[in-house]
């Protein structure tokens, strides 16, 4: 499995970003999918993840509204659309896979594979 995140960038505030993550050496339909970040000073945290057992893609209060992920399976590749970004939005962003029989929620703790991240700055 390897996944390699572009897409990340400088942009000021109430901008868009859209990173993508390349994917090789899996089935996406057979993959928990998610994107995570993390800022200065601070742990990992869930973005949005999508178990891809229900259907349902989870997203943190943060961005709900703001993000959406997405994935183009016929090109191997998982999306994150970050609208209307803020200041605090800034961080590094990475994708991450599990099997989705082994998954159990949106931590770093239940996913297997990461990217090696896409840094996001947002100016005020």
């Known amino acids: 499995v390897q996944l390699v995140e572009s897409g990340g960038g400088l942009v000021q505030a109430g901008g868009s970003l859209r990173l993508s993550c390349a994917a090789s050496g899996f089935t996406f339909d057979d993959y928990a999918i998610g994107w995570f970040r993390q800022a200065p000073g601070k742990e990992r945290e869930g973005v949005s993840c999508?178990?891809?057992?229900?259907?349902?893609?989870w997203y943190a209060d943060s961005v709900k509204g703001r993000f959406t992920m997405s994935s183009d399976n016929a090109k191997d590749t998982l999306y994150l659309q970050m609208n209307s970004l803020k200041p605090e939005d800034t961080a590094d962003y990475y994708c991450a896979v599990v099997a989705k029989e082994d998954y159990s929620d949106c931590t770093i703790h239940g996913y297997e594979y990461w990217g090696q991240g896409t840094q996001v700055i947002v100016s005020s």
């Open positions: 999508n178990s891809n057992s229900d259907g349902g893609t």
